[in-house]
């Protein structure tokens, strides 16, 4: 699929209508947990109660609850359901923030906390324009996989935009305590998937990842992950299989870089002429 085209596609399958949601697919009642996922359909609970449901080719429909703010419903709609509706339309979720260096994608993935959108955030001011946040959406084009630009809007914890210098937006909802970045720098076109940063908390060091470590960046338990499998029916040996297939085809580095507020500029720096380096 044409990289375009499968842009087209995600929009078209995000489409929004409000209505009545059954707390049930094909008669299996949704009960405690957060989403349910079958071939061409998901069932998704956005805290604390409010339903959306999925069929390929047919959009979302929300139905609305009095106790979930409107922006958590388009932050989960841009993001988790986004994810699975990517893995359903048969493209590739992976979780991660990309960045356009010299006319390439570079996803910097890691778990939750890592400081991949602090990052991102502060390479697109830095001359990296953000092509994607905390969701890249792959395709396979006519010359490899490209990375799709998704329009999620970055979230940063307050004290992160004293770090970064990015512009501080709205709260992103009365219960989350994190805040808009806007007017960033971004990138507007799909661009071939140039390697992939795994981010970790360590003294500054910037390596070549490769086996087992490169393999477990691709499968790693995640709901872009969970949500691939269950679309794609693979077993473990199929997720193994994929997550070898990339490891093996793109590039990747592990980035270890020291936490704290002190520390962002010189780990800004030494991220930046990095990833330059390794993009050549």
Not at 24 to 50: H, W
Not at 147 to 175: C, H, I, N, Y
Not at 182 to 187: F, I, M, T
Not at 252 to 257: D, G, I, S, V, Y
Request: with cysteine.
């Amino acid at each position: 699929m044409h990289s375009k085209d499968a842009l087209a596609l995600l929009e078209h399958e995000l489409q929004r209508t409000t209505g009545r949601v059954e707390a049930a697919l094909d008669g299996e009642a949704l009960g405690q947990r957060t989403y349910m996922l079958k071939p061409g359909e998901l069932l998704f609970r956005i805290p604390p109660d409010t339903l959306v449901h999925y069929r390929l080719g047919s959009g979302l429909t929300v139905d609305p609850s009095k106790g979930t703010h409107p922006a958590e419903i388009d932050l989960f709609c841009e993001g988790s359901i986004a994810a699975a509706v990517a893995a359903l339309a048969g493209l590739y979720p992976f979780h991660g923030s990309a960045v356009a260096v010299d006319g390439r994608a570079v996803i910097l993935t890691g778990p939750s906390g890592a400081g991949k959108t602090t990052l991102a955030t502060g390479l697109a001011l830095a001359g990296m324009p953000l092509l994607a946040d905390d969701l890249s959406v792959i395709v396979e084009g006519e010359s490899g996989p490209e990375v799709l630009p998704w329009r999620k809007k970055p979230k940063l914890w307050p004290d992160a935009f004293a770090m970064t210098g990015a512009a501080k937006g709205e709260q992103v909802s009365p219960e989350y305590a994190k805040f808009f970045a806007e007017g960033l720098p971004r990138a507007d076109r799909p661009l071939p998937l140039g390697g992939v940063v795994l981010l970790e908390e360590g003294g500054r060091s910037f390596r070549p990842l490769g086996g087992a470590a490169a393999i477990a960046a691709w499968s790693a338990d995640h709901y872009c992950s969970e949500f691939l499998a269950l679309a794609r029916r693979w077993d473990r040996a199929a997720v193994f299989a994929d997550a070898a297939a990339r490891a093996r085809s793109v590039p990747a580095w592990r980035l270890w870089l020291p936490h704290g507020a002190g520390e962002y500029t010189a780990n800004l720096d030494f991220a930046r002429h990095a990833i330059e380096r390794a993009m050549r």
